[in-house]
């Protein structure tokens, strides 16, 4: 079974849409992060989070709420989706022991088309 | 501008050619430097690590890190088919995980 999986793998959905991506790990690491990709744009991080107490916005919050429900689980919700939030999205893991959290863990990604 | 600039490509070589792909950047104060692989439709996976200035070399691949040019490369030497991937650089100025990538490379070895 892989180690971090995503949930759905795809969706398409209309504007002003509430909508939930999933993510579940089972690495056992207390950092997880949620980041976004688009062509030319590379990976961008939207919320991080260091364990179950402690949620960081990163580059691109707005638009996106997160949450940590469990070491194991963390999830992305856009309140109102809006087109330019098609891309696709990636949920990643990284050890909280010092000098580790450069190597982070992705899911497979969720493509997410907002129509 | 950008933090971290990758030239999107694509590059296409022939198979046992040598690939050579960069990154430049413009914040002094990164220090952990990272290669990560993405194949189509996957995440991407770590393939390389250095931190601070220098060279490390892995089997087939070598990354160098000029801090004084903010410029950083990896090269995959004997390229195979199964090299074809999206290769993105990845940078951050700790180790607490906020990373900075570039927009990645494709890279498509012919046979």
């Known amino acids: 079974d892989a180690d971090v999986t995503q949930t759905p793998r795809n969706r398409i959905t209309k504007t002003g849409k509430r909508i939930m991506l999933e993510c579940s790990q089972t690495k056992g690491h207390d950092r997880m992060y949620w980041y976004r990709q688009d062509p030319g744009l590379g990976l961008r991080l939207i919320y991080y989070?260091?364990?179950?107490?402690?949620?960081n916005k990163g580059e691109i919050s707005d638009g996106y709420s997160v949450s940590r429900q469990a070491q194991a689980k963390f999830s992305l919700s856009l309140e109102s989706a809006i087109p330019n939030q098609t891309a696709l999205y990636f949920c990643?893991?990284?050890?909280?022991?010092?000098?580790?959290?450069?190597?982070?863990?992705f899911g497979p990604g969720t493509r997410l088309t907002v129509l | 501008q950008k933090e971290v600039e990758q030239d999107p490509g694509p590059l296409s070589v022939p198979e046992g050619a040598i690939v050579s792909l960069n990154c430049t950047y413009s914040n002094s104060a990164f220090q952990y430097f990272m290669w990560y692989r993405q194949y189509s439709r996957k995440g991407p996976e770590l393939l390389m690590y250095?931190?601070?200035?220098g060279n490390k070399e892995d089997g087939r691949f070598t990354a160098q890190v000029d801090k004084s040019s903010k410029y950083i490369s990896l090269f995959i030497r004997d390229s195979q088919p199964s090299d074809s991937a999206t290769y993105l650089c990845?940078?951050?100025?700790?180790?607490?995980?906020?990373?900075?990538f570039g927009a990645g490379t494709q890279v498509v070895v012919t046979p």
């Open positions: 990845a940078m951050e100025t700790d180790s607490w995980g906020k990373l900075q």
């Open positions: 990643a893991t990284s050890d909280a022991k010092e000098g580790l959290s450069y190597e982070q863990f």
């Open positions: 250095t931190y601070s200035s």
């Open positions: 989070s260091f364990d179950v107490k402690d949620i």
